[in-house]
């Protein structure tokens, strides 16, 4: 195993064991490494291609390739080594370094935070490390590019230095220009955006503007390209509830009937959902019914055991028609630990128009599953 630096991050050099995501829609991609066959395994979580760079070739590296890979890690609630999110890159795959454009390193830090001269995205992550996990007195002013979207709510979103998906600074929870509530649409991926706040790393390792920041100035992108992610997942990070049942997270047919509760035990945020088993019947987490245009679709997913028995989860979909279910679509049974969350993905492809509920089965005991609570974050579906 190589550990050395680059641009003041770590890197580590080893041969990927497994590929949790292939490159998703915002170009950056999840897997494990080792450095032998069976070895201890670190987890790379959302890390951009070659050259720091977004990627779309799905076959771009494979199970077995020696790679490097460069960014800020974490040993994630204890007990998982992995990569920031967003906040890595692959180096090299079988020593190819080149990816037909010059790497991004963060650039130099600049502005004083001032209205009159706000930080780049460089300065106001230094200042979020600088502050902690605790908020900043003062209100700073940072200017940035839009890079992405929630897919959950308006009113948050990710500014970087030029609009890719690193070294990333979160708009959280904000309002618009004099105060005014954020709508979808407002925001686009690649506008220009001055944005006013106090400054905090969240748990450590987010830097973001404090819930209560503020739009000063936006820009908006002359050539907007299309946001692929599919807005009608709602709450697809399970942080908004209605008692014991996470927003969005019950269907109105019999796709729903898993008992859920809320979870602290989060992947990403403040919560995640409990999903209730029993052992003689399957149950499901599903989302409210879903109008999905013809076309090719991933559903995807974190999860994780309760107990450190080996649990599963299936994902899939199914058709409701005038309030009736149809013919329960699944993908493979994904086994999941205590220990870590895993990434679940699923591919489906409607040929038509289709109301559906996507669902995360429970299942049963059987001499091939076990029945165990599992616990689920951060979704989303993202069309081809």
Known sequence: T??????????FEWGVTEIKEAFSSYGNTTFYLADEEGGQTFYVFRALGLGNQKCTDANAY?????????GKVVNYKGNTPETVQNKAYIYSINGKTDSGTDPV???????????????????????????????????????????????????????SEDGNAANEVEFYNGVGIDGATLQTGDVGVGDEVVVRGKLVNYKGNTPELEKGCEIVSIKKNANPTPDVEVTELVNGDFESWNGSIPTGWKSASTASNATLSQSTDAHGGNYAVLVGCTASANKRLATQEIKLAAGTYTFSFYAKSTVSD?????????????????????????????????????EFTLTEETTVCLVVMNPKASSYADSQDILVDDATLVKK
């Open 105 to 159: 390193t963060p650039g130099d830090v600049k502005g004083d935070g001032s209205a009159a001269d706000p930080f780049n995205i460089a300065a106001a992550i230094a200042k979020c490390q600088e502050t902690g996990e605790t908020a900043t007195a003062d209100v700073y002013y940072v200017k940035g590019i839009v890079s992405r979207l929630s897919s959950s709510y308006a009113n948050t979103f990710w500014i």
């Open 2 to 11: 190589i550990i050395y630096l680059v641009a003041g991050v770590t890197g």
């Open 62 to 70: 494979k199970v077995g390739d020696e790679v490097v890979v460069c």
């Open 310 to 346: 080996k649990s599963q989860c299936r994902p899939g979909y199914v058709p409701v028609t005038d309030g009736s279910v149809g013919t329960y679509m699944y993908g493979d049974y994904a086994s999941i630990k205590s220990t870590e969350w895993t990434l679940v993905s699923y």
